[in-house]
């Protein structure tokens, strides 16, 4: 089971990006797709983007289509989420997760491991 570590949350206000990192180790990173969930208060985990093994698809949320990008860099085991056009509605704890398939999974039981999490925050 993977070990993964999320970083780069915080406060912005309403129009501005962050970009979250996620720190892969104790597993076969470069074997298995990678996503990122999010959770807003009073409500449940949602799906936000997820990326299959080697970078080459990837899948959004419609919510976040066209305002969010996720890539991952094998190499270092590192995954990430560039978040542009932030918008309140975005404020959630952001969770970094390793699949057990290869594919990028919309279905949150196809992954196996999951990080702590990270506090985005848009203001308006």
């Known amino acids: 089971q993977m070990i993964l570590v999320e970083s780069g949350g915080g406060l912005v206000q309403a129009g501005g990006s962050l970009r979250l990192s996620c720190a892969a180790s104790?597993?076969?990173?470069?074997?298995?797709?990678m996503g990122w969930f999010r959770q807003a208060p009073g409500k449940e985990r949602e799906f936000v983007a997820a990326?299959?093994?080697?970078?080459?698809?990837?899948y959004y949320a419609d919510s976040v289509k066209t305002r969010f990008t996720i890539s991952r860099d094998n190499a270092k085991n590192m995954v990430y989420l560039q978040m542009n056009t932030l918008q309140p509605e975005d404020t959630a704890v952001y969770y970094c997760?390793?699949?057990?398939?290869?594919?990028?999974?919309?279905?949150?039981?196809?992954?196996?491991?999951w990080g702590q999490g990270t506090q985005v925050t848009v203001s308006s």
């Open positions: 997760a390793a699949g057990s398939v290869a594919g990028a999974s919309q279905r949150d039981y196809e992954y196996a491991s």
């Open positions: 104790g597993g076969t990173f470069n074997w298995y797709g």
């Open positions: 990326i299959n093994y080697n970078g080459g698809s990837a």
